[in-house]
């Protein structure tokens, strides 16, 4: 009796997810519901890689289990017990032969999509003739995000907004502890780091507002280092730009050294414009210091990594 | 005057929270009566001179899980404040900058204070029983190890009542780990703490190192060696060559943030990005370290619950030394997202998956050892029945994240919480739960309650897939992990909801553990027979708890099942016949660790508030306490024979 | 220091079967002490190459380095390990005043190493080249630091060693001391041909 009542909790609990699985659909799905042409193909990756995880999790789990029930101790069935059956060279081979072949598969897989998807590579090759990328600067402070566009001459704190259907190529640094920049809808994040200019290209193909946020803990506040991204149409976007220029104010050097003292903003401000060369300045000024500048091709990085060794 | 003292009284204890003012309360009310008790049944000479001097493995491993098994406490207190602030959005119940502090120590705890000591405790308990040792080949070395481990793990907790909590995550990233961004104590704790008992830690791996490999009983080749034991060489190993790359960058750290150097800083040359390396070059392979043990205890139990010969010996040893050496060479799956470019992303996510290879075998090693078996499941195989799925999924979704190009979709997200947390509990903790119920009966001679270890077992099983499989979800929502609170229009609130339902069951099944050790004890099931599994190997072939020798005479070894097949011989009618009684050498107790521990605690102390005048004379003590202990010559002396055949026959055993 | 916690006496006597050789035991446990000994000196030459070009304005390498004093500081190690190894020959040899004569001659070389590098250390200091100056001096200063930190363990525990022979002889095990010790003083020095070529050498060149 007792049994039975804990099996009807045990399926119970995928099912309570389910439901609020379902509940959820109406929201941000993030990684799950990409609208971007990097985050599709990262998507496929993970589709990929679940679809290998569910041909091993299931011939694994009935073993478990058929073994389990077949062998155990006050079986009625007349099951062999073979005390000191201890090696099988075919079992064996099958054993290490299986999940060699397995990680074999996956690691082409990955090894070709690492190339594929290098953050660092620009997208322009997947969009039609003549568009040109647009270049956005990130910068990430304690405990909110600088936007900077120099093709614009506009500023924006935690909201960025782009043309759909246009490659993005953000630059991005910290002049505060690392972060992490990640618009899960559009595609992975990468790290935001003092001294280094890293790049990420990313392309909306939808228009929308997407969620964006810090992914990695950089103090107090980090829990409040959320961002809107904005896809919208080209007009629309000239538009903000244009409406931006003309009604918000400029950021000032001294404007910035506020914003980048530590502390939580919550409106999303618009600056008409911002200091020239601002960003390189900000890179530059932990830059100068390091042995590499800006890892974007990670070359400098890579050598480091391995000096360490 | 009363106002400088009270001054100094504010900074220097944590005030402000009625938690803590709680948790204060509850610690001095809890030292007394411990104080009382020990005064009050004058059991003071008996602490001294049976546990805190004693140099005997079985004690020192008994000290260590009693320690762990606090700590779990204290995390797992951790883990549920944690969860109870994410329950529901725009949650006020913890300040984000608590929620930092607990969340850091949760981690640092579960890690090098929880599953570290545990396991210490578990080699202590059954290496020198299963190898037919009469102890260890250090034991005053061990006993140190373990007072460093204790000292570091009191000096970390410390900082919850005095002076704050670190809040820079468990691995404490620079540069908000440095001066500059964290100015307070807090990550003076951290590091003192962890580089305390990180010594001890390094000691313990030479120590199990050179016990294995020169103390087995004659006639044990290395390869007849039982398997948990081929498991804490090769844990050990690892440990050797990790933990010293801790060691040093714990104090780059606070060279920097002590003699204002430049390793990690932003300014002035630092570089941040070296320590990121060198911490995962260290805490990589610590997830090996504690995760390998865990593989041994189940090889052993799945081969004592099966009745059956482990499957493929020498697959599972080949394995195991895989696993340790090529945890060397992943560290930087932890970092993809560095921009480190596509060949050094690709070669360390395919080592990564690499290290499946071996982990898959083990797995298929244990399903084929159970193949043709008969097997029972008392709570040690239940623990191991709930670890192979539990492990299988945390083991994929590990893959999963190893695919560099889609790590950057899963990184610093609920999904990779999810993952760890599903090797970690699905895995080790399982796995030293599974090992302790197992070795309960030699520890302390009387059986744990079956029906209620039922019980834990289900809760804890549960309640994990309750907490961690809406946290994958999570993840791909777009949850990341540290953030303290989260608004209502991400629509995260129902699987945090579930997921807070989840920790909490697990909560009750500590508790349920908790009284259950607590029946058995007043219940007192004696295991009179040293065996009460019909279980294999050389430790359950002296009576429980091991007399304080282990062995009376030196057993002979010629299977790696040696106990097993003693068995068949014994039931043949054809014993091994047993040499002559001789004196037994022993190691005496010793002074010296806890000394030169609580010097280091001191010097520790000194160092986080930069009171150099306590400071360096408690270094001065540390080394004045090495050299006393240098010139002591006096450390050994025998059992006579007749002791050894009065315990013997106390034990019910013929010689 | 934890090496000289592998004094410590263990049990097991080597009377059941002599499989448990106490010698044997203590000597690789030391043996893997030197192996961590090397991982964390290699982990701290690997910071120090990563950060030697990071001057940050300050002082660099060959603006600093003064060869003659290191050369000296080389020549009076590489000595003293020499006179270790006269010692050890002369314990086998069961001489236990040429002994204790050569261990003093060591500990004499070794004090004066020690002092020539704190004087170095301090003459820079003074200079304006602190180990909070720049990234490539907290590594010079560290790392070098630690070997003469080690130097300086090796000096008491080698004084202390001359104390207990000097009141018990050449036994069992004393004898074992002194040849953990000779292997931990060879070992010093080995780490210092390579502080002296990659650091020294390497950075005046």
């Known amino acids: ?309 | 005057m009363w106002e400088d003292i009270k001054d100094w009284a504010s900074d220097f204890f944590v005030t402000g929270d009625p938690l803590i003012y709680g948790a204060d309360v509850g610690i001095v009310l809890a030292s007394l009566s411990i104080l009382f008790v020990l005064t009050y049944f004058k059991k003071w000479k008996w602490l001294w001179s049976e546990w805190i001097t004693t140099v005997d493995h079985k004690k020192i491993g008994i000290m260590y899980i009693i320690a762990a098994l606090l700590m779990l406490f204290r995390g797992g207190m951790d883990a549920l404040l944690m969860r109870t602030q994410l329950v529901m959005p725009d949650m006020e119940f913890l300040k984000p900058e608590h929620y930092n502090e607990i969340f850091t120590t949760h981690g640092v705890i579960m890690i090098l204070f929880m599953a570290m000591p545990l396991m210490f405790g578990l080699f202590n308990i059954a290496v020198p029983l299963q190898i037919g040792a009469r102890d260890v080949a250090f034991p005053v070395l061990n006993s140190l190890s373990f007072w460093l481990f204790f000292m570091g793990a009191m000096l970390f907790n410390l900082s919850f009542v005095i002076g704050g909590s670190p809040n820079a995550g468990w691995l404490a990233y620079p540069p908000l780990s440095e001066t500059m961004f964290n100015p307070g104590v807090g990550q003076d704790f951290y590091i003192w703490g962890i580089q305390i008992s990180g010594i001890g830690s390094l000691m313990t791996g030479i120590n199990f190192i050179v016990t294995i490999l020169k103390m087995r009983a004659p006639g044990m080749k290395l390869m007849k060696m039982p398997m948990f034991t081929w498991s804490v060489f090769a844990s050990s190993l690892t440990i050797m060559l990790a933990f010293p790359i801790l060691t040093v960058t714990l104090a780059l750290l606070f060279i920097d943030r002590f003699l204002g150097a430049h390793f990690f800083t932003l300014d002035a040359g630092g570089n941040p990005m070296m320590y990121i390396n060198l911490i995962w070059m260290w805490g990589h392979p610590e997830v090996y370290i504690v995760i390998l043990p865990a593989f041994g205890i189940f090889s052993d139990i799945v081969s004592t619950f099966s009745k059956k010969k482990v499957f493929g010996y020498k697959s599972m040893v080949f394995a195991l030394m895989i696993i340790s050496v090529v945890s060397f060479v992943t560290w930087a799956h932890h970092f993809f997202t560095m921009g480190s470019g596509a060949s050094v992303n690709a070669f360390f996510a395919i080592s990564t998956m690499v290290i499946a290879i071996p982990t898959g075998v083990k797995v298929f090693n244990w399903l084929f050892t159970m193949y043709k078996g008969k097997i029972s499941f008392k709570s040690p195989m239940l623990w191991t029945m709930g670890f192979i799925p539990c492990f299988v999924v945390g083991g994929l979704t590990g893959v999963m994240l190893s695919v560099a190009p889609a790590d950057f979709q899963f990184h610093n997200s609920y999904f990779l919480i999810a993952h760890f947390h599903q090797v970690l509990i699905g895995g080790v903790a399982f796995g030293y739960f599974a090992g302790l119920y197992y070795w309960w009966p030699k520890m302390f001679g009387f059986k744990l309650d079956e029906k209620l270890g039922k019980w834990a077992f289900w809760l804890w099983n549960i309640g994990f897939y309750v907490c961690f499989m809406p946290q994958y979800v999570l993840g791909l929502m777009g949850m990341t992990r540290r953030y303290s609170t989260y608004s209502w229009d991400t629509g995260w609130f129902g699987l945090n909801l579930v997921s807070t339902i989840g920790a909490f069951i697990m909560g009750a099944g500590f508790l349920v553990q908790v009284w259950q050790i607590v029946y058995s004890i007043k219940k007192m099931d004696k295991d009179t027979t040293g065996d009460p599994w019909d279980a294999r190997t050389l430790e359950w072939s002296i009576p429980s708890p091991a007399p304080m020798y282990n062995f009376a005479t030196d057993p002979r070894v010629s299977d790696v099942d040696e106990w097993w097949e003693e068995k068949q011989r014994i039931a043949a009618g054809k014993p091994t016949p047993k040499p002559a009684l001789e004196p037994i050498h022993m190691p005496k107790n010793s002074a010296m660790p806890i000394f030169k521990a609580t010097f280091w605690f001191l010097a520790g102390f000194g160092f986080v508030f930069d009171w150099m005048w306590l400071a360096l004379p408690a270094m001065a003590g540390v080394g004045i306490t090495m050299l006393v202990y240098s010139f002591n010559y006096d450390t050994e002396y025998y059992i006579p024979v007749d002791e050894i055949r009065k315990t013997e026959a106390a034990a019910g055993r013929a010689v | 220091m934890s090496h000289n916690a592998n004094h410590a006496v263990q049990g097991h006597g080597h009377d059941h079967g002599g499989h448990h050789d106490l010698d044997a035991l203590r000597q690789m446990g030391f043996w893997l002490f030197l192996i961590t000994d090397c991982i964390l000196f290699g982990t701290l030459f690997a910071t120090y190459i990563v950060l030697h070009n990071n001057t940050a304005g300050g002082p660099t390498a060959s603006e600093l380095f003064e060869m003659p004093g290191v050369i000296a500081e080389t020549f009076i190690l590489l000595t003293s390990s020499f006179t270790s190894g006269l010692a050890v020959l002369c314990m086998n040899r069961g001489n236990k005043k040429g002994l204790i004569g050569w261990l003093i001659v060591t500990v004499l070389l070794g004090a004066s190493f020690v002092t020539l590098e704190v004087t170095e250390f301090l003459k820079m200091i003074d200079e304006g080249a602190k180990i909070s100056t720049s990234a490539f001096l907290s590594g010079f200063y560290t790392l070098v630091g630690t070997h003469g930190l080690h130097v300086s363990v090796g000096l008491v525990w080698m004084t202390a060693l001359i104390i207990q022979l000097s009141k018990r002889g050449i036994t069992k095990t004393t004898r074992r001391k002194i040849n953990i010790i000779s292997l931990y003083w060879h070992f010093l020095d080995a780490v210092w041909i390579f502080v002296f070529t990659i650091v020294y050498m390497m950075g005046v060149m």
């Open chain 1, 1 to 309: 009796m007792k049994l039975r009542g804990w099996r009807r909790l045990i399926a119970a609990v995928p099912l309570l997810a389910i439901v609020f699985l379902m509940s959820g659909c109406s929201t941000d799905m993030g990684v799950l519901d990409p609208k971007g042409t990097v985050a599709d193909q990262q998507f496929d990756l993970i589709m990929i890689t679940v679809i290998i995880s569910i041909v091993i999790f299931v011939p694994v789990m009935a073993m478990t289990f058929w073994f389990a029930w077949k062998y155990r101790e006050n079986r009625k069935s007349d099951a062999e017990y073979k005390p000191n059956w201890s090696h099988s060279t075919k079992v064996e081979t099958f054993m290490w032969g299986i999940p060699i072949v397995i990680i074999i598969i996956l690691g082409t897989i990955t090894t070709v999509y690492s190339f594929k998807l290098e953050p660092s590579k620009a997208l322009a090759a997947e969009t039609k003739d003549g568009v040109k990328p647009i270049t956005i600067e990130v910068t990430s402070l304690d405990w909110k995000w600088l936007f900077t566009y120099p093709e614009q001459g506009i500023a924006t704190v935690n909201y960025v907004q782009f043309p759909e259907d246009v490659p993005v190529e953000f630059k991005l640094t910290s002049d505060a502890p690392m972060n992490s920049f990640w618009i899960p809808q559009l595609g992975g994040q990468i790290y935001t780091m003092s001294g280094m200019a890293m790049e990420l290209n990313l392309i909306a193909n939808e228009p929308g507002e997407y969620q964006g946020r810090g992914a990695n803990f950089s103090g107090e506040h980090f829990g409040k280092m959320e961002f809107i991204a904005k896809a919208t149409s080209q007009e629309d976007f000239d538009h903000w730009v244009a409406d931006i220029k003309q009604s918000s104010p400029a950021l000032t050097e001294q404007g910035y050294d506020e914003l980048a003292e530590p502390g939580v903003v919550d409106t999303n401000d618009t600056y008409s414009s911002f200091p020239e060369g601002l960003f390189d300045r900000i890179v530059n000024k932990y830059g100068s210091s390091h042995n590499h500048s800006g890892a974007s091709e990670g070359e400098s990085s890579s050598e480091e990594t391995s000096s360490e060794d």
